[in-house]
Structure formats: C-alpha cells, structure tokens
C-alpha cells in the first residue's frame, strides 16, 4: 500500500483523498519550565520565547513574585472564551469596541483544592445584539473552546455579560 496524497489500494489505481487533517498528527504543544530560584519560582517558557513567572502561595514561606498556577488556569479559560466570543461577534458582524472580563473560582479547602465553580463575567461596549453575544458564549461553551472542554466536569462554569452601548 502507497499513501500518496491518497490511497493505492491494493494494486489498483483507486484513489482515495484524504483532507490534511486525516493526515496530521495531533496537536503538540510545548512549553519549557525552570526552576530561577532556590525556593518555588518558576520560568515558563513557549516555544516563541514569551515567559511566565510562576510561584507558590505565601503560604509556603514564598514572596509571590509571579503567577499562582491556579490563577493561570482562571486566566487561560477567560482568555480562550474571550477569543472565541470577540471572533464569533466579527463574523456576526457585531461592532466590539472594547472587552473586559473579571473571572473568579471557588475552591474546595483541603489538598487538593480544585475549583468547584468558575465565573465569568463580559462587559462588551459596542453595537452588539444581546442574541447574539448570547449565541457566542453559547459556541465557545459548546464547541469551541479548549480550556473549557480540558476542565474536570464536575466544575460549575457560568458566563454572565453585560453591553455599554456607545
């Protein structure tokens, strides 16, 4: 069997194509980490060579010079929505001036201490129909975005929004 921008079956000269997709590997992603100091902080790295500084609670004695990982977590889902949201309102052909999120999550105490809920809360100021920023936080919820579908089921996310018309 030859694969060559299709399929030679069996000897035959029946081609089948195949979309690069079938063809692809999964997506890899890669970032690099390092331990800069002789306590918790840590340097992430992507490939770009965009960085990240990272460390423990000061609860652990540290003096919180950098991003908790949790935080981070928070931050990647309102940004992945957020981009989600901003691009289905351009192809709605929604005038978006401006977008604003504020983001929390309540924590189970103990160890561990992940999120039991997260809240995301849009203010949008523009000419946006509220069906559709309805409809784009619908999609990115449903279908679109991977931070959302990465989280652990049980946690409760809602998305709340508002509009300032101009």
């Known amino acids: 069997m030859q694969l060559l921008r299709g399929i030679h079956i069996l ?37 770009r060579g965009d960085l990240v500084h990272i460390d423990a609670s000061a609860a652990l004695g540290t003096q919180e010079e950098g991003w908790r990982p949790m935080e981070l977590l928070l931050v990647s889902l309102a940004t992945c929505s957020a981009i989600d949201i901003i691009s289905i309102l351009k192809k709605q052909r929604q005038k978006i001036y401006d977008l604003s999120i504020e983001v929390s999550g309540d924590r189970k105490a103990g160890v561990p201490s992940p999120f039991t809920s997260i809240q995301l809360h849009f ?12 409809k784009a936080i619908e999609l990115t919820k449903t279908q679109l975005c991977s931070v959302f579908f990465s989280l652990h089921p049980d946690i409760e996310v809602t998305y709340t929004y508002e509009i300032d018309s101009p």
């Open 123 to 134: 203010t949008a100021s523009g000419n946006i129909k509220p069906n559709k920023m309805n």
């Open 11 to 47: 000897g035959t000269h029946m081609r089948i194509r195949l979309s690069s997709a079938v063809l692809s590997k999964q997506k890899i992603m890669k970032v690099h980490l390092k331990r800069i100091d002789d306590a918790y902080r840590i340097e992430a790295k992507s490939v």
